[in-house]
């Protein structure tokens, strides 16, 4: 398992509340190479959820303070970063070219075609499994698709959205600030992300996991089959399958 960690090649991208703690949690646990890319500068708002930066930050650009803390937490793993921007599944799929898994803890852009429907097509295109979360307030959600193991992203969300209980969240992130849930949505991305490294354990690909922090008892697991016709989850082999 720690051969199979120290090999791998992880992106984080987004390096916030969940992806400051994903980045540093994948660092201590050995990840072999770490690529850290957010575009944003510290700002005072950020130090009481994302674990990386203090005051002494401000002004700075995260992902290059987030590279420098996390390369100090591991001597062995290898961390490069980037300032790059994500404005297309373009950009997506050169980022993920190359490397082994994808945490995606950015929430920008939203809508219809949001960074999160870019991550499902690029990273199935790219034969690349992910995980990705987030917390609106005390509700933490994280998502774990490696198609064809389980469905994507899409088929996921929109199948949750038609059945989901009042009160959860499955757009893996939003609104709403408490250190503690972004602590957590980051701890379960980064044990997402070592599993699907690993497989250990079973990562359970195509589920949406929920907890509400508010409530105790109050979990929730969505694990649907993939939509018909989904080219995500069953890409065509041929060209005359593309005809």
């Known amino acids: ?34 690529h850290c890319v957010d575009p944003d500068r510290v700002e005072l708002s950020n130090p009481n959820r ?12 995260k992902a290059e303070v ?11 793993v290898t961390v490069t970063c980037s300032r790059a921007r994500v404005t297309s599944q373009a950009d997506l799929s050169r980022l993920v070219e190359g490397y082994d898994v994808l945490a995606l803890c950015a929430d920008e852009p939203r809508g ?15 034969g690349v499994p992910w995980a990705g979360g987030g917390y609106s307030g005390p509700v933490v959600t994280c998502g774990v698709f490696a198609p064809p193991r389980g469905a994507c992203y899409e088929c996921v969300s929109a199948q ?4 989901r209980r009042s009160g959860i969240d499955v757009d893996l992130g939003g609104p709403g600030v408490i250190a503690f849930s972004a602590g957590i949505s980051g701890q379960m991305v980064a044990q997402s992300v070592v599993s699907l490294i690993t497989d250990v354990p079973d990562p359970m690909p195509g589920t949406i996991r929920a907890m509400n922090l508010a409530v105790l ?27």
């Open 1 to 34: 398992m720690q051969l199979r960690l120290k090999r791998s090649r992880a992106v984080v991208l987004g390096l916030g509340g969940t992806g400051s703690h994903v980045a540093w949690a994948l660092a201590a646990a050995g990840v072999g190479e770490i």
């Open 66 to 76: 987030a590279a420098n803390r996390i390369s100090r937490v591991n001597s062995d």
């Open 112 to 126: 219809s075609e949001n960074i999160k429907v870019w991550a499902s097509r690029a990273c199935a295109a790219a």
């Open 217 to 243: 008892g109050h979990h929730d697991l969505f694990k649907p089959p993939p939509r018909a016709g989904c080219t995500n989850c069953h890409p065509l082999t041929s060209p005359m399958d593309r005809s």
């Open 50 to 61: 994302q674990i990386l930066y203090t005051e002494d930050d401000l002004g700075r650009f």
């Open 160 to 163: 949750a959205i038609a059945k």
